[in-house]
């Protein structure tokens, strides 16, 4: 059975939520090191911490870096130095005031830039973090329809553009995850995602632990490169 053994992970966003769950995971395959990256100094040492209690084997390290900040990018791939595979998981709820520039800043503008940057072994993986809403756009939603379209269309370029080096680029669109992004949420859009449980084909919110799997996946086979793995509970099928 393919492992991550002697790997090492590097994970954007890796302090909470999905990212978290990713680096529990990769752990859990015997990864060798595990870096999880964030904006927060404070939530990487607590998210350190947590996976070190674990007492899984590996080693986890702790790096600070605002993910908006193209020098900081730049800088962090200095430090790490070669890995075997990024994940990218950072992204935010946008502010209505600030539109969707912190979204195409941080998901698709981050990613594209530490691509360019960081030195991924041969035979290694670059998996971004996208979503649904282009695949079935619904009233008012758009602009993240055009922004989950564009990381899409991006995971396909660097796939290409990666392959001479042989990095696979692959995608992960997670559906309506259940993670403290949602606690950033005004209530009533909260009420509102609550009631759309209906349309989905599995009644309930996914759990980040089912989404980290897709990115184990997509390290772990070494014959997938631009693809996208949908993990949505159906929705775009209801």
């Known amino acids: 059975m393919t492992t991550l053994q002697n790997k090492t992970i590097l994970i954007i966003g890796g302090s909470s939520g999905i990212g978290f769950a990713v680096a529990r995971a990769a752990l859990q ?81 981050g990613p594209a830039i530490l691509a360019q940057s960081v030195k991924i072994n041969a035979g290694g993986s670059f998996t971004l973090t996208g979503g649904i809403s282009d695949l079935k756009p619904q009233p008012g939603v758009s602009v993240p329809a055009g922004g989950c379209g564009a990381v899409d269309g991006l995971s396909k370029g660097l796939a290409v553009d990666l392959a001479p080096a042989g990095v696979r680029v692959n995608l992960v669109s997670p559906g309506v995850i259940d993670t403290e992004i949602w606690e950033k949420f005004p209530p009533q859009v909260t009420e509102l995602m609550k009631k759309g449980l209906d349309r989905l084909l599995i009644k309930r919110f996914g759990e980040p632990d089912e989404v980290a799997e897709a990115y184990i996946f997509l ?14 509970g159906g929705i775009t099928l209801a």
């Open 29 to 109: 395959a015997l990864a060798h090191t595990v870096i999880i990256a964030s904006s927060n100094a404070g939530r990487v040492d607590g998210a350190a911490t947590r996976l070190q209690a674990h007492a899984l084997p590996g080693t986890v390290r702790g790096e600070v870096v605002e993910a908006k900040d193209a020098s900081a990018l730049k800088e962090l791939a200095a430090r790490v130095g070669a890995v075997d595979h990024v994940v990218w998981t950072s992204g935010d709820v946008p502010a209505p005031e600030e539109g969707m520039g912190d979204f195409f800043a941080v998901r698709f503008w």
């Open 219 to 232: 390290m772990k086979c070494g014959y997938i490169t631009g693809q996208r793995i949908n993990v949505d």
